[in-house]
């Protein structure tokens, strides 16, 4: 029987042992600069704007997921590039205004792979005044090493004019 409590008590101690001894806490991730999260977003935004000019619906698509999910005021969510694709082609065959967008960040949060983008729009005419302004948030995920937008959600900050 003692020979038993022995075994017993020196397993319980060889195993104390083992798990002491094994690294049970996770490594410390890597910070994101965030610096650098918003230079690569603001590009994405850019090339956004430059897509917008030059009514081009595959570079405006690029910005997004196949799988993303685009809300806007006064529609339903489109979901899915493809459909986000055609609502931004046909929006883009109607216009025939000349104005000018243009997006600037306010605010990135990062963690991990994962970014949510708070910034600003205007839109100008051909002679550089303010037709609209608003805001917008999106949420991007690293994908094959670059964000690429996966939900994305924008609201006009100008009052609503009367119907005549």
Not at 11 to 19: D, E, K, Q
Not at 63 to 74: E, F, V
Not at 75 to 100: C, F, L, M, Q, Y
């Amino acid at each position: 029987m003692k020979i038993k409590t022995q075994l017993t008590a020196f397993f319980l101690m060889a195993a104390f042992f083992l798990a002491s001894c094994t690294n049970t806490t996770k490594a410390p991730e890597t910070a994101l600069n965030l610096d650098s999260v918003k230079v690569e977003i603001q590009k994405l935004e850019d090339g956004y704007a430059a897509g917008e000019k030059a009514k081009d619906a595959d570079a405006i698509a690029a910005y997004y997921s196949d799988d993303a999910i685009n809300y806007s005021s006064n529609e339903e969510p489109t979901v899915g590039k493809a459909a986000i694709k055609e609502k931004i082609a046909s929006r883009i065959a109607k216009d025939n205004s000349g104005d000018v967008y243009s997006y600037s960040i306010v605010d990135v949060f990062a963690e991990g792979k994962q970014a949510v983008e708070v910034g600003t729009w205007t839109k100008t005419d051909t002679a550089g005044k303010e037709v609209d302004k608003g805001h917008f948030m999106s949420v991007f995920e690293k994908r094959d090493g670059k964000y690429i937008c996966i939900r994305d959600m924008s609201v006009s900050s100008m009052a609503v004019k009367p119907a005549m």
